[in-house]
């Protein structure tokens, strides 16, 4: 079955540094790759998806991820982070096939300190 | 265009109960989902619906069941509500059937069972 990791479960940085959250996946197949974030008591916002094509993918608010097949992982970068950034973001992936289901990883909260 | 919409915001209901969350998806979006977050589960897949069909059902007992209108509005009732099922219970739509796409979620249905 597949499943998500998100080893860190939470990061704290200062503003202005950056950061990077790590995701990794257990698939056999090939998958649709995802990264959510979560204010609180909000539901889930996508910042980026990766469907197929360039492994660099860039989303909303300066963030950007790596696909890297060899090694099952979907990263998510920001060269800088602001305070606004503090949420918790989730990583997910859709297995290939006729389904919309979202698997998610256990979530990382970025904690931004100024 | 209006987003995902779900109803109600909050919700107070006592064991042995049951409870009926509506969901009404973006304007033109068939495929539906419903997801439990819990902090010490995360994010649990509950079922997809596809054109009134449930195309796939999560690991939750019996009392989780779900319907979707032929106007793609979609509801979940839980049955004989325990303390464990208190929750945020969000719900997606997306517009294709394979998960090459973002799905949408609403702001979600925070259940309190006591």
């Known amino acids: 079955a597949q499943s998500v990791t998100q080893l860190d479960s939470q990061v704290p940085v200062f503003e202005e540094a950056p950061v990077e959250l790590r995701c990794n996946y257990s698939?056999?197949?090939?998958?649709?790759l995802f990264w959510y974030v979560q204010y609180p008591n909000q539901g889930l916002q996508l910042l980026l998806k990766?469907?197929?094509?360039?492994?660099l993918v860039k989303g909303i608010n300066g963030f950007e991820a790596e696909f890297n097949k060899s090694q099952t992982s979907f990263h998510l970068r920001k060269p800088s982070v602001h305070i606004s950034d503090t949420a918790e973001y989730f990583c997910a992936v859709i297995p290939g096939g006729a389904t919309n289901k979202l698997i998610f990883g256990t979530g990382t909260l970025l904690a931004v300190q100024p | 265009k209006a987003g995902v919409t779900q109803t109600p915001r909050y919700l107070i209901k006592t064991r042995g109960q049951q409870v009926t969350l509506s969901c009404s998806p973006i304007?033109?979006?068939?495929?539906v989902s419903w997801y439990q977050q819990t902090p010490g589960q995360g994010l649990q897949f509950l079922f997809e619906?596809?054109?009134?069909?449930?195309?796939n059902k999560g690991n939750f007992p019996g009392r989780f069941s779900g319907r979707q209108f032929s106007n793609s509005r979609s509801e979940m009732n839980v049955s004989t509500l325990e303390l464990g099922d208190s929750a945020l219970y969000l719900c997606?739509?997306?517009?294709?059937?394979?998960?090459?796409?973002?799905?949408?979620f609403g702001q979600g249905t925070r259940l309190t069972v006591v």
């Open positions: 997606a739509s997306s517009s294709r059937t394979i998960g090459n796409t973002e799905a949408f």
């Open positions: 619906y596809f054109s009134e069909t449930q195309r």
């Open positions: 304007s033109g979006h068939r495929s």
């Open positions: 698939s056999s197949v090939s998958v649709y």
């Open positions: 990766y469907l197929s094509g360039s492994t």
